[in-house]
């Protein structure tokens, strides 16, 4: 290369353009330093697109960093599938200190933190709210972002699909009466360009006056929407934050995510953030969940004899994962409420909580 200028004729110029193109060819570029608390937070699903890409690079060419994922994966499905006390009391012992620990309780305990700050009670009081959260920077997106996929997309932890549709259909009488009286004549709901979701329905056959429950369906779930009354036939309500936090476009929504009741909400769909899945039992009859003297309390009758045995108690705490708080040996009792609990941050503040939890039966052979 000494000698390209002189026995080819390129330039001085040329030489050192040269030299610079074949030193680029056999220098590798240098490879960002990736610390084991960004692998944690990527593995979690709480990077930002900008680490997430650094993590995926580096997992591509350093085969290190990729045995050290497996590794950070490994030790973060013991945490989820520990009770959070325990893992607080882990942390806190010297002879257990853990890096990766200590970051997965700060995710979680910051999650909680955010949760209990912004959202003072639940779905459906908190729709704007979680609207609001959803552009309170980082932390706030992330959290309204977990509660979004534990209610709406991560399969296989959705409640029974909605009991109720659109033109919902009453049987009057005894149970032998098989056609349904249809109540509703019309139904439906549209998007306002100020994001707010605008629901109007009317009633011919049903009663003139009275309470109607609205709610909505999505991927299997179903959660409430808002109570109205009915004067002459008719009820309009706005349910304000709903469409922004579903980010919902402006115009009608699909006819089959309405529904309207004159009772109640439905059981299953009533508690709002809480999911639960009973296995082969019927579903318990459960309060709204409150955080009271730093512990979780989730008060809910177990009667049936189907309901016996293990159950845990989880909370959402990142959009990917799930943290365990608490497991429970259910004994089924007559008209005698239980109330299961479970230690919490002691950042959680007392009253109704705000963020995603699931309540699921664990099968024989399944823990």
């Known amino acids: 290369m000494d000698g390209i200028g002189s026995d080819l004729g390129f330039s001085a110029a040329a030489v050192s353009v040269l030299h610079g193109v074949l030193e680029s060819l056999t220098t590798e570029p240098e490879m960002p330093e990736v610390r084991a608390a960004q692998l944690l937070r990527y593995l979690a699903g709480r990077s930002l697109p900008e680490e997430a890409e650094l993590v995926e690079r580096a997992a591509v060419e350093a085969p290190g960093v990729r045995l050290q994922l497996v590794e950070i994966l490994d030790e973060l499905n013991r945490f989820q599938e520990t009770p959070y006390g325990n893992l607080v009391s882990l942390a806190s012992s010297t002879e257990a200190s853990n890096e990766n620990l200590a970051g997965w309780l700060d995710i979680v305990d910051s999650h909680v933190e955010t949760v209990s700050t912004n959202l003072h009670g639940a779905i459906p009081t908190t729709w704007p709210a979680l609207a609001r959260l959803a552009k309170q920077g980082v932390e ?9 996929r534990a209610l709406f997309a991560v399969p296989g932890l959705e409640a029974a699909a909605a009991p109720v549709q659109l033109g919902f259909g009453y049987r009057r009488g005894t149970s032998a009466t098989v056609e349904p009286v249809q109540l509703f004549t019309h139904l439906q709901g549209v998007v306002r360009s100020d994001g707010a979701l605008e629901i109007e329905a009317s009633t011919e056959l049903g009663p003139l006056e009275g309470a109607v429950f609205f709610a909505f369906s999505m991927n299997g779930r179903a959660l ?5 009354s009915i004067k002459r036939g008719r009820v309009s309500v706005v349910v304000e934050g709903l469409a922004g936090f579903l980010r ?8 089959n995510t309405l529904a309207a009741r004159l009772d109640d909400w439905p ?9 639960v899945r009973p296995g082969k039992a019927p579903m318990p009859l459960l309060e709204m969940p409150v955080v009271r003297d730093g512990e979780l309390v989730l008060v809910g009758f177990f009667e049936d004899l189907r309901m016996e045995g293990a159950w845990q108690l989880l909370l959402a705490s990142t959009p990917n994962t799930w943290q365990m708080l608490a497991e429970f040996d259910i004994k089924c009792l007559i008209e005698r409420p239980q109330a299961l609990k479970a230690r919490m ?5 007392g009253g109704p909580f705000g963020g995603a939890l699931l309540l699921r039966r664990c099968e024989p052979g399944q823990i």
């Open 140 to 148: 706030g997106f992330i959290s309204a972002r977990t509660i979004w």
């Open 248 to 255: 919902l476009p402006v115009g009608p929504i699909p006819a």
């Open 345 to 349: 941050p002691k950042a959680a503040k």
């Open 267 to 275: 059981e299953d769909c009533k508690l709002g953030q809480l999911i």
């Open 224 to 228: 409430p929407l808002a109570e109205a």
